[in-house]
């Protein structure tokens, strides 16, 4: 049997933070403590997380990283969705904390990333590299993917905006079909850094076109988020 392991410790503000965040994802508790050193530790499947509590730990600018390879992000995801769902009523997706839905990025296996209320990137990813793979999405594929890398794996709102609308001025007679990931990531993006005025024209523009119920259903959640 492999014994090998490694677990990630990561910083935070207090205890109080994380534990109710990674409870919600699914975490136990198996050790914690508070003196002399506040610590936790928690476990879900064969994924160890670690925590210390640092009164001085700035979210805002940690520079906290994990990488969680499991075989379906996509289950992974709908799990930590229905627990953040319950503890916010609303699946968090700007600010901290937040977790962006799976998409695939360039150059980067498709997943999704968690940003825990201590600032600290949880990055799930599969682990296959298939980059190669021909686009799905036709001639917009590349741009939504290039996008996601800004947007979901660097952080880079703002880059990732841009990179979509000039993909779109690009390509204005993109079928529908190719055009609606892209459109739905821009809403996104857009409620992500604050352009509520925006985000609402885009989704209207989505909304005068018919969705399936999976895009109504991301659309929904979205604009809950834009309200005040």
């Known amino acids: 049997m492999d014994t090998e392991k490694i677990v990630p410790i990561l910083p935070c503000r207090t205890l109080d933070d994380v534990v109710p965040f990674y409870e919600a994802l699914g975490f136990e508790i198996t050790y914690r403590q508070a003196r002399p050193n506040p610590y936790v530790a928690f476990r879900r499947g064969g994924l160890d997380l670690h925590f210390f509590g640092l009164d001085a730990h700035d979210p805002a600018g940690s520079l906290g990283n ?21 503890l916010f009523g609303a699946l968090p997706t700007r600010g901290i904390p937040r977790i962006t839905r799976p998409r695939r990025k360039q150059g980067i296996s498709g997943g999704f990333t968690v940003v825990d209320p201590g600032g600290n990137w949880v990055r799930v990813t599969s682990g296959s590299d298939d980059d190669t793979d021909p686009p799905e999405g036709g001639v917009l594929q590349r741009v939504l993917e290039n996008a996601a890398r800004q947007g ?11 990179v979509l609308d000039t993909g779109l001025a690009r390509h204005p007679d993109a079928p529908w079909p190719d055009r609606l990931p892209v459109l739905l990531y821009l809403v996104e993006l857009l409620a992500r850094t604050g352009d509520a005025a925006r985000a609402a024209q885009v989704a209207a523009e989505i909304r005068s076109h018919g969705l399936d119920p999976a895009s109504d259903a991301v659309l929904t959640e ?6 005040p």
Not at 222 to 227: D, G, M, N, V
């Open 152 to 162: 979901d794996a660097r952080g880079d709102e703002t880059r990732a905006i841009a």
């Open 66 to 86: 994990v990488l969680l390879v499991v075989p379906d992000t996509a289950a992974l995801f709908d799990d930590f969705a229905a627990g953040l769902r319950g």
């Open 222 to 227: 979205i604009e809950a988020s834009l309200q």
